[in-house]
């Protein structure tokens, strides 16, 4: 049996949407892109949302909103992706690096305060596997920090102190105290691409709360500036008779189309089946794999939050990172695809070119030499996850 890591989950919904679109003659950004943001930003609980080509391009945009830009610093985790940190790099700025608390997949808070200089502009939390960081503690911090808050634009001014920029590319769905992700952070970025909860294929969005002072609609309308060349017109509002535009900067192309739209739509019409599933799932392998005391997995469930179930992460306690290839490599051998989430970015030869070194961090790298991200998906069947299961249980002997 072959057991895929993370395929797209299309139903003929999504292609029935799709077809529609195809058909109607409107491609590009148009009436379904509209449609999609403003549902996203009615299930997120905002009153706007913006959607964009990635998850990435909706962080940027927003470094670039703010105003950010050479001379600012902006705070990331170590253990996260790479677009977590490449934008910061894009707008100029420079990141800063935290190290995780130890045994968790979240950064240290501690060390994120002592981190904070009157040169830090934003805070970019990362959502791992779905589960939403401790935001009320993130703002605390930000809090006691007011002071030391430098303004350096009229957005920044308006929030008063340093914006959160959540990275909930894995988040989609995930609750935090009873409030969706999406209207947790100052700004929340999702991710869109084709192995995510909900898949455009590519593409992503941005949501945020409201601001004190800053119109909803005035964001709305400089994310679209922003990703369309800094054009004041979309195609869509040309084909009212009013073709004049102006370009106010030279800005960036990186516009959500109709035919991704087209399969969010439908993706979002089946989304909490989808969350129902991959919950059945994690279940299952929570069962399975509760009496294997060296094993630590990720809680995706507590009083606090309810992640969404992107991915399910195990790390082998007392092993190394000899012992978790390896037991990806058997895993493989048997027809499982399985992961790692994620190498640390001081580990990745960009970010030592930069000056980051691994030995700064040892809390990531212990999280991150033993962590296996077994396959969780919305396709996968109760005979495949029994086989996985199987599996594992073969592969674990002796070390429960």
């Keep these: 049996m072959n057991i895929p890591f993370s395929p797209p989950d299309i139903s003929d919904l999504e292609i029935k949407y799709v077809t529609e679109v195809l058909k109607s003659g409107w491609i590009t950004t148009g009436p379904k892109t509209k449609e999609f943001e403003r549902k996203i930003a009615e299930y997120c609980g905002t009153k706007k949302a913006a959607c964009l080509n990635s998850a990435t391009a909706a962080m940027e945009m927003t470094l670039r909103l703010l105003g950010v830009g050479e001379g600012d610093e902006v705070i990331t985790s170590a253990y996260t992706y790479t677009a977590s940190a490449s934008v910061i790099c894009h707008v100029g700025a420079t990141p800063v690096l935290v190290d995780t608390a130890e045994n968790s997949y979240e950064m ?80 929340t970025s999702f991710s869109f691409h084709a192995v995510k909860n909900l898949t455009t294929a590519e593409g992503g969005a941005i949501t945020w709360k409201s601001i004190p002072g800053i119109g909803d609609e005035d ?28 370009i106010l900067t030279p800005a960036y192309k990186c516009n959500m189309t109709d035919i991704m739209a087209a399969i969010g739509l439908a993706q979002l019409e089946r989304y909490e089946a989808i969350l129902q599933h991959r919950f059945t799932l994690i279940e299952k392998y929570n069962q399975f794999l509760h009496s294997y005391k060296n094993i630590q997995v990720l809680c995706h469930q507590d009083s606090v939050s309810h992640s969404s179930g992107h991915l399910y992460m195990i790390r082998f306690i007392n092993e190394n990172i000899e012992f978790r290839n390896e037991f990806i490599k058997k895993l493989a051998e048997k ?66």
Aim: glycine share 6%.
């Design 108 to 187: 240290d808070y501690e060390q994120l305060e002592k981190a904070i200089t009157e040169k830090t502009k934003v805070i970019i939390p990362v959502d791992i596997a779905g589960v939403m960081c401790d935001y009320d503690k993130i703002f605390k911090v930000l809090e006691r920090k007011r002071q030391m808050f430098e303004p350096s634009n009229e957005i920044q001014e308006a929030i008063g102190r340093i914006v959160v920029l959540a990275d909930a590319a894995h988040s989609f769905g995930a609750k935090y105290k009873g409030k969706k992700s999406g209207a947790v952070a100052d700004f």
């Design 219 to 246: 964001i709305y309308r400089q994310y679209m500036i922003l990703s369309l060349h800094g054009q004041t017109k979309d195609a869509l509002s040309k084909t009212t008779g009013s073709w004049e535009y102006d």
């Design 335 to 400: 027809g499982v695809s399985a992961n790692v989430h994620y190498k640390p970015l001081p580990l990745l030869t960009a970010y030592k070119r930069l000056g980051f070194c691994i030995e700064d961090y040892p809390n990531a790298y212990d999280m991150y030499k033993n962590e296996v991200t077994l396959p969780l998906n919305s396709l996968m069947t109760e005979e495949q996850m029994t086989y996985v299961v199987s599996i594992l249980s073969e592969l674990l002997r002796g070390i429960e």
